[in-house]
């Protein structure tokens, strides 16, 4: 997949097959749009791109009341489309200028100008453009005027898969964690880097990866103990991770939000590195101890429900 961020330095695209969108969570609607993307590139011997944008059009459009979480930081995003296939990944600064293109300079400047367009595959209800006036009765008279076709994904293929990205928003702050991995395909990811923390998970047996994560748009699921998998560089693993604010053992007034990892037969110090958690299940809420003997005696019970959940699923 080749990736592009801007269209400045566009290579020379052949029978381009164009679909527009954030994507966020690359997730089974999508993964619908992209097979039929793929699936026309190759039936006119053309390419397919995704022409799509960042930061999110919302957090340009409402700078200060967009309160919106995503699914996927960019380099999540661009790892995930990567493997559906794609021949072009188009990622557009998106800046208030931008948002005032009206929908046909959109189509005239980027998608024919810039994109040479011959087919457009659009869902039913998209819309773009300054105020979303681009719906697809306006994409299919402009395609009158511009020589390509335009190609629906119908409301019924659509709501077939009965997904959204607000759907897998709502399973991860319940702490649906399976609704969530059902919705996207695959297991929700969160990729941080290992810092260092109190060390006292050591203390208790339970040593700990301590993960930040450099992004403050990224959404995390509610707070709680999950089971999960762990990928540092090339290496797999299992463990049970903690979202929370340590209320046993934590004494700042502003009781920061923790990601802590316990993997299972695992103990070596990998400061700096970066770590992917893929979350499987929600094992319980956080919860708060009298003392760190009841803390200690809730993690080896949550151990032991982990690898029994290890040991009874295929994933």
């Known amino acids: 997949m080749r990736i592009y961020k801007g269209i400045d330095e566009l290579g020379a695209f052949k029978n381009s097959v164009v ?37 999110h059009p919302r957090m340009i459009v409402f700078p200060e009341n ?33 948002s005032r293109l009206t929908a046909f300079e959109f189509v005239r400047d980027i998608l024919v100008e810039k994109l040479k367009v011959k087919t457009l595959v659009i869902g039913y209800d998209h819309q773009f453009g300054r105020n979303r006036e681009g719906d697809l009765a306006f994409l299919k008279e402009t395609a009158k ?44 990811l969160c990729t941080g880097i290992v810092v260092e923390g109190r060390r006292l998970g050591r203390e208790l047996g339970f040593p700990t990866l301590n993960i930040e994560v450099n992004n403050e748009h990224k959404i995390l699921p509610k707070d709680g103990v999950y089971a999960v998998k762990v990928q540092i560089q090339d290496q797999h693993f299992k463990g049970m991770m903690n979202i929370g604010q340590n209320p046993t053992v934590q004494n700042n007034t502003e009781q920061e939000k923790k990601l802590e990892v316990h993997i299972f037969d695992f103990d070596k110090e990998v400061y700096g590195a970066e770590v992917k958690v893929f979350f ?28 029994t959940y290890f040991n009874t699923v295929r994933i």
């Not at 749009?33 to 699936?39: P, T, V």
């Not at 930081?73 to 790892?79: L, N, P, S, V």
């Open 145 to 188: 005027i511009f020589d390509f076709d335009v190609e629906e994904i119908s409301a019924e293929e659509v709501q077939e898969v009965n997904v959204s990205s607000t759907k897998i928003r709502q399973s991860l702050n319940n702490g649906n964690i399976e609704r969530a991995n059902e919705f996207l395909g695959r297991p929700f």
């Open 280 to 307: 499987q299940k929600f094992v319980r809420d956080e919860k708060t101890f009298s003392n760190l003997e009841e803390l200690k005696s809730q993690l080896i019970q949550d151990e032991k429900s982990v690898r």
């Open 66 to 98: 967009h309160n919106l979480k995503l699914l996927q930081t960019i380099d999540e995003k661009i790892e995930s489309l990567a493997s559906f296939g794609l021949d072009n990944l188009i990622i557009y600064p998106f800046t208030k200028e931008f």
């Open 19 to 55: 679909t527009i969108g954030t994507f966020d969570g690359a997730h089974k609607g999508h993964q619908k749009i992209l097979s039929r993307l793929n699936d026309h590139a190759k039936e006119t011997q053309g390419e397919s791109i995704l022409f799509t944008f960042y930061p």
